[in-house]
């Protein structure tokens, strides 16, 4: 069984920064690709970022690029993301998703929530005007 665990959501005033921290535990565990989605209340779950570790490729959605950073640790099985100038729009709650593949996807198969076989449980992020 793996385990996802989200950390470090909050409240912020626009133009501030957050981090957050996603922590994957199993034995089993032995994945590659991590992402990060995301929610708002009557919306679907979007893409935000996704990262292969062997190959730092990083990818993200074109509404949080130049803005949010995901970054990863592999040793600690911990995906990162460091997310700068802060906007209302940004209010949602975060995922944090992980597949077992140890090669990567393409850009789009990250974007797809399908990709994914294992999620957090989520850490709302709320940004006030």
């Known amino acids: 069984q793996v385990h996802l665990v989200e950390s470090g959501g909050g409240l912020v005033q626009a133009g501030g920064s957050l981090r957050l921290s996603c922590a994957a535990s199993?034995?089993?565990?032995?994945?590659?690709?991590m992402g990060w989605f995301r929610q708002a209340p009557g919306k679907e779950r979007d893409f935000v970022a996704a990262i292969h570790w062997s190959a730092s490729n990083t990818y993200y959605a074109d509404s949080v690029k130049g803005r949010f950073t995901i970054s990863g640790d592999s040793a600690k099985n911990t995906v990162y993301l460091q997310m700068n100038s802060l906007k209302p729009e940004d209010t949602a709650v975060y995922y944090c998703?992980?597949?077992?593949?140890?090669?990567?996807?393409?850009?789009?198969?990250?974007?797809?929530?399908?990709?994914?076989?294992?999620w957090g449980q989520g850490t709302q992020v709320t940004v006030s005007s």
């Open positions: 199993g034995r089993t565990f032995s994945g590659k690709n």
């Open positions: 998703a992980a597949t077992q593949r140890l090669t990567g996807y393409s850009s789009s198969e990250y974007k797809n929530r399908d990709t994914y076989a294992y």
